[in-house]
């Protein structure tokens, strides 16, 4: 039987065992060298659902030939080695799992647009539904929203005519825990486009150890559905980017930092790039795909530590000399400082300037004041209170806090500037004992937490069941 004739007949055989197979959206991956049919080229199939490539079946073919007449392995000799097995083919098929496979490019058809042009959520309705759950930074959810909105626009129109429309990816600037991240996790949860979140901080060159940067659009890549043409289209969050900057005085090779940097610029500006599919680095085990980073919007945030302090320098140096001189300290309370943010002053921070290039929108979030943080406490569609509102209310227990309560919370979050995480921390702390204590009464019906409790100097209100009163304003 010559080898093409056996070849066939794998095929044949197969056959009706794939039919019941229902994957075929996704393509099929070769069993050896785990490259994608679109790649490597037709299959051949096996049993068990196995395929393997053209080359690796000749290579196989070789091999064996070679061994024939070569006498390079004694059989007889093999199955007496110590660690031998059999091999189970049924493990086999199970090697290439689904979250490696990509599915299949739709020869001739054009890119089909993921969004309806005429129903395109406006701005302002983008806007409205980040309002339910974020507090202030109306700046930042604006730019958002329109980004977003031109992105779906972009998106649509892309196959439509010549005029094309480019991109523009994002930096987004702010102290911790201003709601950097929660933003763009709300706006994940409104979108319908496929939206890929990922950190800077894993991440380094190529070859060493930590998540290869192509990594990032493997992650957008998951997130729809290991459709390419769907990820071409998609969003990517990277956080914490103020982690990759250069690194100062640095002797060694910067693999994490300024490398990452310089590896990200293909990715920003659009192109085409090799990523693992379903895993964070490429090796000879998984499979790789191409994906054309062009129509991928990308949005970078960080909290910039200190970025501040080197603004701070360059305001007073500018105006250091003659009559309109300021005070050293004049930015010293300045909340706003980080608006006055320069593309110079990222690069003194370490970012480098082709990076930079990249992200043509720089917008800021503001350090959060007290009355944010009140808000923040009760008015978001899952604020923290609501929270233990519900909590207690299993008990059948009414919680409520009186104005003056929030304000004194809201001050000791100020103090503590590690942003809104700071909340969780104090309420949890003082909650403790009310969780604690009110099970064990089944008469109490109502617990009003005052100002006094939370500073340590009173007792919250108890009320007993029955004789519940309306939220307590006394201490506003
Ligand atoms: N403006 C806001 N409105 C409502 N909730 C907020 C706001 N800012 C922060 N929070 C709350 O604080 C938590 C922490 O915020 P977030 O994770 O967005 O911080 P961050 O800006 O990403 O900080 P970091 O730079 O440290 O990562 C959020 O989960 C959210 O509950
Ligand atoms: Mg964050």
Do not use: W
Not at 13 to 23: A, F, L, M, V
Not at 311 to 323: D, M, P, V, Y
């Amino acid at each position: 039987m010559s080898e093409q004739d056996y070849v066939d007949t794998i095929d044949n055989n197969d056959n009706n065992s794939n039919d019941n197979h229902n994957d075929d959206e996704y393509e099929k991956v070769c069993f050896v060298c785990h490259r994608p049919e679109s790649v490597a080229g037709k299959m051949i199939n096996l049993p068990n659902n196995m395929c393997v490539c053209n080359d690796c079946m000749q290579k196989s073919f070789d091999a064996m030939n070679n061994m024939n007449f070569g006498g390079a392995i004694d059989y007889s000799q093999l199955m007496n080695m110590p660690g031998v097995q059999f091999l189970n083919i049924d493990d086999m098929s199970q090697q290439i799992s689904k979250q490696q496979r990509v599915k299949k490019k739709k020869e001739g058809e054009k890119a089909t647009p993921l969004v309806d042009i005429h129903n395109l959520p406006a701005p302002h309705k983008i806007k409205a539904s980040l309002d339910e759950y974020v507090v202030g930074q109306e700046y930042a959810k604006k730019v958002m929203s329109v980004a977003v909105y031109n992105h779906y626009k972009r998106v649509a129109t892309d196959s439509m005519d010549d005029i094309e429309i480019e991109k523009s990816n994002m930096l987004m600037i702010g102290p911790t825990g201003s709601g950097k991240t929660y933003l763009v996790k709300t706006l994940a949860r409104i979108l319908d486009v496929p939206l890929a979140i990922t950190d800077a901080t894993s991440l380094t060159e190529a070859g060493y150890i930590g998540d290869d940067i192509e990594s990032v659009v493997s992650k957008l890549l998951a997130a729809a559905d290991n459709d390419v043409e769907k990820a071409e289209q998609g969003i990517i969050f990277i956080d914490e980017i103020d982690k990759i900057a250069k690194k100062k005085n640095a002797s060694q090779r910067d693999v994490s930092g300024e490398s990452v940097q310089q590896g990200m610029l293909k990715l920003l500006e659009g192109s085409e790039v090799e990523v693992p599919v379903g895993a964070n680095s490429k090796n000879a085990m998984v499979p790789l795909t191409t994906v054309n980073t062009k129509n991928i919007l990308f949005i970078c945030g960080g909290a910039f530590p200190d970025l501040d302090g080197i603004i701070k320098e360059r305001l007073t140096k500018q105006s250091a000399i003659g009559f309109g001189a300021d005070l050293k300290d004049k930015y010293d309370h300045d909340k706003k400082i980080l608006e006055k943010v320069t593309t110079e002053d990222l690069r003194n921070f370490g970012m480098i300037p082709e990076f930079l290039g990249r992200l043509p929108v720089v917008f800021t979030l503001q350090g959060l004041t007290e009355d944010m943080y009140v808000k923040i406490l009760e008015e978001p569609k899952n604020a923290i209170l609501k929270q233990y509102q519900k909590l207690l209310a299993l008990d059948e227990v009414k919680l409520d806090f009186t104005e003056g309560a929030l304000r004194a919370i809201a001050k000791k979050a100020m103090e503590k500037d590690t942003g809104a995480r700071a909340l969780r921390a104090i309420i949890e702390e003082f909650m403790l004992d009310i969780m604690y204590e009110i099970p064990k009464d089944d008469s109490i019906g109502q617990v009003t937490i005052t100002q006094e409790y939370i500073e340590n100097t009173g007792g919250p209100i108890i009320t007993l069941r029955g004789q519940e009163v309306p939220r307590l304003e006394s201490q506003a």
